[in-house]
Antibody
Framework: EVQLVESAGGLVQPGGSLRLSCAAS????????MSWVRQIPGKGPEWVSV????????YYADSVKGRFTISRDNSKNTLYLHMDSLRAEDTAIYYC????????????????WGQGTLVTVSS | QSALTQPASVSGSPGQSITISCTGV?????????VSWYQQHPGKAPKLMIY???SRPSGISTRFSGSTSGNTASLTISGLQAEDEADYYC??????????FGTGTKVTVL
């Protein structure tokens, strides 16, 4: 059974940093593109970042480019999102998600999702 | 910025069929070749229902089907059931950015 479990989010001050992790199990982690998606409660989801199976290729939404870094450790079956220079508008539930198999483009169907973790940016 | 527009709400009676549209400029979304559809119940993570326009992931009912025509992608739910009541989002990669979700449609089963 595929499982994706995000680490706890939390409350961070504006300008602060936070690293999220997502522990994966039940599939060959290194074979799959992974993503972070966020959603403000009551609003639609937003793609944040995508990473290839090898980790060699990364993609970012314009809203987080230069501030967030996606990475993965295939030896630990873990996906990460390092968030710097956090802003109030980054407050959201953050989900990690596994993509269906296949080639580019990076955004195709994501067939398994974690339970989500709330990140609140506030002073 | 590329946008995908969906109707805010669609409703139907049990057993009926409904169709949710997702409209955008096809050329901005790679000709809509990689449109996906997600179902989301309150407080839950999105669930993939359709990907690559019309492919169903394992375990998804054949009552859900997808298609495209021109600048519109569509999700059809046949034999509407109470558990289909949820929010639905289309999504696609874009040639100018990472990807976008549609504006979302609330499906109500009457």
């Amino acid at each position: 059974e595929v499982q994706l479990v995000e680490s706890a989010g939390g409350l961070v001050q504006p300008g602060g940093s936070l690293r999220l992790s997502c522990a994966a199990s039940g599939f060959t982690f290194s074979n799959y593109v992974m993503s972070w998606v966020r959603q403000i409660p009551g609003k639609g989801p937003e793609w944040v970042s995508v990473i290839s199976g090898s980790g060699d290729n990364t993609y970012y939404a314009d809203s987080v480019k230069g501030r967030f870094t996606i990475s993965r450790d295939n030896s630990k079956n873990t996906l990460y999102l390092h968030m710097d220079s956090l802003r109030a508008e980054d407050t959201a539930i953050y989900y990690c998600a596994k993509r269906v198999s296949g080639t580019l483009p990076p955004i195709r169907g994501f067939d398994h999702w974690g339970q989500g973790t709330l990140v609140t940016v506030s002073s | 910025q590329s946008a995908l527009t969906q109707p805010a709400s669609v409703s139907g009676s049990p057993g009926q069929s409904i169709t949710i549209s997702c409209t955008g400029v096809s050329s901005e979304f790679g000709g809509f070749r990689y449109v996906s559809w997600y179902q989301q119940h309150p407080g839950k993570a999105p669930k993939l229902m359709i990907y690559d326009v019309s492919s169903r992931p394992s375990g998804i009912s054949t009552r859900f089907s997808g298609s495209t025509s021109g600048n519109t992608a569509s999700l059809t739910i046949s034999g509407l059931q109470a558990e289909d009541e949820a929010d639905y989002y289309c999504s696609s990669y874009t040639i100018s950015s990472l990807g976008v979700f549609g504006t979302g449609t609330k499906v109500t089963v009457l």
